[in-house]
């Protein structure tokens, strides 16, 4: 037996020492799990060689924990606990044993040796520094000190285990788990675990889900619509140049029978509006943003005779995306801003006021528009290309979830149309008003965005209160400053408290996300060790495409 008159002295020290900070961190067999129960509280135990009883001096005997849990159902079960040798100069005991009860079965016993830690003990009182280690001693973030000689500091002692073991289906009910100490050891860790409840995996967004799918397309004529821009004219040659137009792609499951759909809108960039209808022979244009058609080229001689033009369908670039996302469950709409906003380089448009606001606004009008069918039915309106050709849109849209997407100056245009109708500050339009259904808007996601692109914009804009995310192409060859980081960082400093992030995609340029853009693109700049264009030689690529399906 080792008794010392300054026993309950020494012992109240460094508990006091072990009980600050004294939990571990749980290793990654419990971080998968759900924990039940626990006692952690340290227990030193003082009775005789491999025994748990009778007990030395006024100890309290056994020293014991006791654990209950209630399980609905039959239930795998593990136990996670630790063990420690306290006592290192005494001839009848010297190791740490412990046992585990269940139910009152003995199901676990283990045990810690003595391990001299080389300092001889200068006292039978406080048998030096081996009398007690706390946690933070065995784990090795202190040394044990002398009580007696502060200068003689030993090594770590190595007398310790921590231990996760795996009991098996326990059936529903009560069940009590008994822990004892003996001999010298001590206990702090005692918990219960149990695996976590089932939880459902997102499923790979870049496979096709289990709905059919149909694609159709909606065009109404083109004119002057001050809502979406302000500049209008009366004189019939010049007004055409202000004609805007609802057109648009959408993706949809084949079948509207489980409403509400979420929804999605995506906008493209600004690009030219006609190009080469042969792919090999490059060439592009403006002539339909303005007047509404695309001539072929009238050269009698040269490269470019009999070269025809078409119409370039920006808004089906993203096909890619919308479709996978409609055999999902959601309604997606890609819009086509071309007409009277796309491409009209150095203009009151393209370089005023007016650039980002519109294209917000037309944006905003589809939703528009959308609500009307939703609330009235879809099947009566009719487009320069005769009868809506989709399914009954009435009451099958969910604008309590509501996304949206835009790529390069149709980036900063989708988080203008959240500001403008969030915030309003929209010349006369209260959006929130003219859209009949009340939106939600859940998230927002940008691909190599503009900000603050055009001259004489008054007001940047950004995504607060909403799920917000950027990609930014690191091989950008348009936008080689990464301007989309900058809403980003306005964002952050401004503490929302939405979700905010950031993708850089290594060897991603700016236009090959469209897949309906067939010039090259300016030199990619790209920055960084290994990254490298992922398409050196084309105008397309599959490979890029699919850092898409991340989204």
Known sequence: MCERPEKNLAFGLLLGLALFGTQFPLGSGALAQTRLAANNVIRAANSPANSFTPCFADSACPVKKRLTVMLPSATDI???????????????HSIGVVRILLDGVEIIRDEVP?????????????????????????MGFDNPVSKVDPKRI????????????????????????????GDAGWNEIFEIYAPPPQRLIAPDASSFGPLKITSLEYKFPA????????????????AAFFFTELWARVYTPAELDQPAYPILVFLHGDHASCQSTVPDRPGTKNQYATEGKCDDDKASSGVNKGRKFMIVPSHEGYAYLAERLASWGYFVISVNATRGLGALDKTEITDGPEYIPGRARLVLKHLQKLSEWNRLGSQSEIDVEGRFPGPELKGALGFSEVGLLGHSVGGEAVRAAYDLYQFGGDLSNVWSTKIRDAITFRGIFEIAPEDGVAQGQSRLFNSFGVNWNVLLPMCDGDNINLPGVKPFDRMIAASDRSQKSTFGVWGANHNAYNTEWREREKKAQCVGEGNFPLFPEKIDSPPKRTGGFGL
């Not at 004119?223 to 010049?238: E, G, I, T």
Request: charged share 20%.
């Open 78 to 92: 593990s136990v996670r606990y630790d063990l420690g040798q306290s006592h290192g100069y005494c001839e009848d």
């Open 114 to 138: 003595f391990v001299n830690y080389g300092v001889a003990p200068t006292s039978l009182v406080l048998e030096d520094f081996d009398f007690f280690f706390p946690s933070k001693i065995v």
């Open 154 to 181: 030993g090594p770590v002692l190595q007398s310790y285990k921590r231990a996760d073991r795996t009991l098996g289906s326990l059936a529903g009910g009560s069940h009590t788990f008994e822990l004892e100490v």
């Open 223 to 238: 004119k002057q619509q001050p809502d979406v821009l302000a500049r209008v004219s009366s004189n019939p040659k010049a």
